[in-house]
Structures are given as structure tokens and as C-alpha cells.
């Protein structure tokens, strides 16, 4: 089955760009998406379509799809952005999600 | 303002049936273009698509589950639920309803149910 790997944590000062991958085998044939979720609270649309932001979500939240990696980009980073972010694609008939990766902003 | 909201029994015994039900406000589900879906979270752990329904009654399951998953939809009271049957500990989790799209290339969950922790234990 289709699997979508993202590293288990990133640091990030405040201020400065932090990054996300997500690889799955020609993932940059398929769409992604991304989800920013906080502790205790549901998932929140931050990306889909590679690259286009839902209504409401800062402009500093950008990615980019290619090969086998797409890339949550975060710039200026701020302290409200610290949560876990999931990347998320269809394959096979199934949406399938990635392994998830801790935003830390120290 | 679409919300969703799930309800139903925080705690199943081994063996039984799991439902959820999800309530959606702020639009109506069968004015179509959209699916809906359940989503679990396993404590600590990403997330898993279980499957979802068109307002026609259309499903499709994750196949890992689909063995053991029902998913109906009721137009009239803007509602949809999840049957899991023959659950385990491995069930317990907080389970999730989302609006989604599909098709196109699109496919995404833009908005989410809070979420309900559905505990497995006798």
C-alpha cells in the first residue's frame, strides 16, 4: 500500500523558515495536501492542491509538489504555529495520510 | 459555516458494534458536490482514513477496514454514521467526521468534526 513518510520533528526559531517534506514514491504526480493539527483539537486545512491556501490561512503557509517530495514551507515562522502537520494524498481509491511531523518553535 | 459534530458511546466492549453519528450544520449534505467521511486517531499516533458516503448512499472504504465498516447516511436529519463491527483495543481511538472533496484532482478534508474518543474495553 501507498505509504507517505515525513520526519517526526522540526525546530524552527521564531522569525525564521521552516520546512516539511513529505515523500511518497511519484507523489509529484498525485495532489497534496496538508493538515496543521494542535493538541486536543481536529485538523485544519492548511494546503491542497500542492499549493493553494483554504480562505483564512496566513500567506507565510506555501508548498510545493515535486518528483517523489512535497514541501510544507512556513515562513516567519510564529509561535502559534507549533503543532503537528500531516501531509495527505489519494491513491488507489484511498486517502492516505502521512506520518506526521512535530513543529517545534523554540 | 459547515460544522460537523460527532456524538455517540465513548465506550464499546470487545466484540461489539461501534456507531458514530455525525451532524452537519451550515450546509446540507444532500445538495451534493461534497463526500463525507470518517477519519480515526489512534492516541498518539497519525491519522486513518476509514471511508466515506455521497449523499446518494455511494461509499467507499478503506480497504484495510472495509471488512468491518458500514457507513450510511440519513438526508433528512443531515446526518451520516459509521458502524465498525467486532472491534478490539486496536479500535480505540478519537474518531472524526470531515466534509470532502473527491475528484478532479482534488482530494481533501476541509472541514472537521471536534472529534470523539471512542474507547475499546470491557
Known amino acids: 500500500s501507498y505509504e507517505l513518510t515525513q520526519p517526526p520533528s522540526v525546530s524552527v526559531s521564531p522569525g525564521q523558515t521552516a520546512s516539511i517534506t513529505c515523500s511518497g514514491d511519484k507523489l509529484g504526480d498525485k495532489y497534496a495536501c496538508w493538515y496543521q493539527q494542535k493538541p486536543g483539537q481536529s485538523p485544519v486545512l492548511v494546503i491542497y492542491?500542492?499549493?493553494k491556501r483554504p480562505s483564512g490561512i496566513p500567506e507565510r503557509f506555501s508548498g510545493s509538489n515535486s518528483g517523489n517530495t512535497a514541501t510544507l514551507t512556513i515562513s516567519g515562522t510564529q509561535a502559534m504555529d507549533e503543532a503537528d502537520y500531516y501531509c495527505q494524498a489519494w491513491d488507489s481509491s484511498r486517502y492516505v495520510f502521512g506520518t506526521g511531523t512535530k513543529v517545534t518553535v523554540l | 459555516q459547515v460544522q460537523l459534530q460527532e456524538s455517540g458511546p465513548g465506550l464499546v466492549k470487545p466484540s461489539q458494534t461501534l456507531s458514530l453519528t455525525c451532524t452537519v450544520s451550515?450546509?446540507?449534505?444532500?445538495?451534493?458536490?461534497?463526500?463525507w467521511s470518517w477519519i480515526r486517531q489512534h492516541p498518539g499516533k497519525g491519522l486513518e482514513w476509514i471511508g466515506y458516503i455521497y449523499y446518494s448512499g455511494s461509499t467507499y472504504y478503506n480497504p484495510s477496514l472495509k471488512s468491518r465498516v458500514t457507513i450510511s447516511v440519513d438526508t433528512s436529519k443531515n446526518q451520516f454514521s459509521l458502524k465498525l463491527s467486532s472491534v478490539t483495543a486496536a479500535d480505540t481511538a478519537v474518531y472524526y467526521c470531515?466534509?470532502?472533496?473527491?475528484?478532479?484532482?482534488?482530494?481533501?478534508?476541509?472541514?472537521w468534526g471536534q472529534g470523539t474518543l471512542v474507547t475499546v474495553s470491557s
Open positions: 470531515a466534509r470532502t472533496t473527491s475528484g478532479y484532482g482534488d482530494y481533501r478534508m476541509d472541514y
Open positions: 492542491q500542492d499549493s
Open positions: 451550515g450546509g446540507s449534505i444532500s445538495s451534493g458536490g461534497y463526500y
